[in-house]
């Protein structure tokens, strides 16, 4: 315990993050960055009142590394994420409460699955993001929906505080699972801050692309199907369309999208629908920049990052009307029934033809972004952080 008294005579507390669970590239989904540029603001603007462990796993150690800071510790687990539940306290470097404890560490911070290192004995703060397995259940594999069921349940339970990144998720999660909201605090995630010069740079004039664009892994609940349907109409509506106009869809996950490339050939879509996969992060961004417009037909979110990327960019948004999406568009969207094919055509009609209604949704998206500002939000989760820990 002596590295906790130094720590604490300094003013400093010792946060523990558990990012065994984190894996490569895109397939964590776009609260990976989130959360990264949060941890990389506190250890460039709180090193006197935070020191980190970062307790990481093999596969992603290179880029949890990026985030230490003169002061913070790294530990492997040397256990990878082919694992459906990787158990830290397992391996040849033995990541365990005890372990922890002795490090002095204050709080636990577990962004991407359940408590498994505090034991009962340390507080720890669990970040949920959304209920798809309560409300659209069919988009997981039963033993994915059970491991969900007990992972929130436990957190509910027993977490010092919760994390979400909307205030429709903590809504729910009242609902659900009887929560106090006194134990509930919200992070919205804004554009990381480097995202906005690239964003708004480049020789085109936003939105000149004959091409609509959708930002999401190839999980069921992001309702690809229904999106190719609606683009079918689209296109039919118009025959000309049929020669100028372009779907792509960008995204990992871990599964290879075959119904996806089913569709498309059934609606006779090949050569219009272009899979780009994951993107470096600059790629994506021009891509965006470059689009018509951003569609964007998810079931279930938790937050939705896209909406702001588009809005930033000047890009017209039109969305699913369910879960978080509404909150987090604002008035900056049209909004739509994503079980809808028609209903989702009709709002592409909008946004291509270019008129008062898709440049007055382009207005208010771009000022919708002044709710969310990421200097706000680190810096109240910074404080909660510090707050919890001691």
Avoid at 365 to 386: H, K, P, Q, V
Wanted: hydrophobic residues 40%.
């Amino acid at each position: 315990m002596f590295s906790k008294i130094i720590s604490r005579f300094r003013g400093r507390c010792i946060v523990a993050v558990d990012l065994v669970r984190l894996l490569p590239g895109g397939e964590n989904g776009g609260v990976k960055p989130a959360v990264f540029s949060f941890l990389e603001w506190m250890g460039r603007r709180e090193r006197q009142r935070i020191t980190f462990i970062f307790v990481a796993n093999e596969a992603t150690r290179d880029e949890v590394h990026r985030l230490v800071r003169p002061g913070d510790r790294i530990w492997c687990s040397h256990r990878t994420t082919a694992d459906p539940d990787p158990d830290p306290g397992m391996g040849p470097d033995a990541v365990d409460t005890e372990r922890l404890l002795g490090a002095g560490v204050d709080l636990l911070y577990n962004p991407f699955g359940p408590d498994r290192l505090g034991g009962g004995r340390i507080r720890f703060i669990s970040l949920l993001i959304d209920l798809l397995h309560r409300e659209v259940p069919e988009a997981l594999p039963r033993e994915e929906i059970n491991h969900r069921e007990q992972f929130f349940a436990d957190a509910c339970a027993r977490a010092t505080a919760i994390q979400v990144i909307s205030d429709d998720v903590g809504d729910r999660l009242v609902a659900a699972y009887g929560l106090k909201r006194s134990r509930l605090f919200r992070t919205y995630l804004p554009l990381q801050q480097s995202d906005a010069p690239q964003l708004a740079a480049g020789g085109r004039a936003a939105g000149d692309g004959r091409f609509f664009i959708y930002p999401a892994n190839f999980w069921p609940h992001k309702n690809h199907l229904r999106l190719l349907e609606a683009f079918r109409l689209f296109l039919d509506a118009v025959p000309e369309r049929s020669d100028v106009w372009s779907l792509v869809l960008t995204g990992a996950g871990r599964t290879a999208g075959d119904d996806v490339d089913c569709a498309i050939q059934e609606q006779g879509l090949a050569g219009r629908v272009i899979r780009a996969g994951y993107l470096e992060r600059a790629d994506y961004l021009a891509t965006i920049r470059s689009s018509a417009g951003l569609i964007y037909p998810s079931l279930n979110e938790g937050f939705g990052i896209p909406i702001l990327e588009a809005q930033q960019a000047g890009v017209p948004v039109a969305c699913s009307n369910l879960s978080s999406l509404p909150e987090v568009a604002g008035a900056g969207a049209l909004f739509f029934d994503p079980g809808n094919p028609r209903d989702i055509a009709n709002a592409m009609n909008a946004i291509a033809e270019t008129g008062p209604v898709a440049n007055r949704v382009r207005e208010l998206g771009y000022e919708n972004l002044s709710r969310f500002d990421f200097e706000t939000e680190a810096g109240r989760f910074s404080d909660r952080l510090i707050s919890v820990a001691r």
